[in-house]
């Protein structure tokens, strides 16, 4: 699975990733996760706000951080998809 955060570094941006990290750990499942601050780069994903999340090149939150209970479903929801 390619997980990337989308976010210029600011600490909502930080705590995304923190979170995502954590919630892999919790389901022992594979992933690269990647940082992407290159504004060029996130609006090529046609996001405008940050953080974002995008899981195997698809956007699946934009401009939030989600709860842990909410990220751990949507990376189980990737995984059986």
Do not use: F, H, W
């Not at 954590?22 to 389901?27: C, F």
């Amino acid at each position: 699975m390619e997980i990337k955060i989308l976010g210029s570094g600011c600490s909502k941006c930080e705590k995304l990733e923190k979170l995502t990290k954590e919630s892999i750990a919790q389901l022992g499942i594979e992933a690269q996760v990647e940082k992407v601050e290159d504004m060029q780069k996130i609006m090529s994903y046609g996001v405008m706000s940050t953080p974002a999340l995008v899981i195997n090149g698809v956007v699946k939150l934009v401009g939030k951080v989600p709860n842990k209970e909410r990220l751990i479903e949507i990376l189980e929801k990737e995984l059986k998809s």
